[in-house]
């Protein structure tokens, strides 16, 4: 950023605040570029060197309301050293994570992980409401295949009909199930 593109966004915004004094405005107008410099000169990344001049100025007024100290200009640039020291501990504290600028249209995929939950549950509702409307005969020779997971053979074992009998019912069972979902 320009020194010249600072200066307006500075003049643009005034003072830090509509109720400081005529001395911290003053400084605000002086010390805020030479902040920007001296912020721009010591990051990289994407840290705004404006958004650290106006956390310093900030900080420097939560100071001030219990009067200004004798060197304000350098308790000014004491906050500024101090917010870079923060947030080089921040990082090292985050395993010393460098930041990587991404453009400004980037969008994070996240995955819908609720609305999919929402979607199986209505699915589980339709398939229950599904098999409740088979057949008795077809309803059970489905679930003792599906969910009991028996085999053909086993089934027509167990209710003594012949495997194409079980054939026939697991594939009714399949076309009424899908017909009712899909009428749903």
Not at 32 to 49: E, M, N, Q, V
Not at 78 to 100: D, Y
């Amino acid at each position: 950023m320009t020194d010249d593109r600072l200066h307006d966004e500075i003049s643009q915004t005034g003072s830090p605040a509509p109720h400081t004094s005529p001395c911290i405005d003053t400084m605000f107008r002086t010390e805020a570029p030479r902040l920007a410099r001296y912020f721009r000169h010591k990051i990289s990344g994407t840290d705004d060197p404006l958004d650290l001049v106006q956390e310093a100025f900030l900080r420097f007024l939560g100071r001030s309301r219990h009067g200004l100290p004798g060197n304000p200009a350098g308790y000014l640039h004491r906050i500024a050293r101090n917010l870079l020291f923060e947030r080089a501990r921040r990082r090292k504290a985050n395993g010393g994570a460098r930041e990587c600028p991404l453009p400004p249209d980037f969008e994070i995929s996240v995955p819908p992980s609720q609305e999919r939950e929402i979607e199986a549950a209505e699915m589980m509702d339709a398939y229950d409401n599904a098999l409740a409307q088979l057949p008795p005969r077809t309803r059970e020779v489905f679930l003792l295949h599906r969910r009991d997971e028996l085999s053909y053979k086993q089934i027509a074992a167990r209710l003594g009909i012949g495997v194409r009998t079980v054939e026939w019912h697991i594939a009714e069972a399949l076309f009424r199930i899908r017909r009712i979902i899909d009428e749903e």
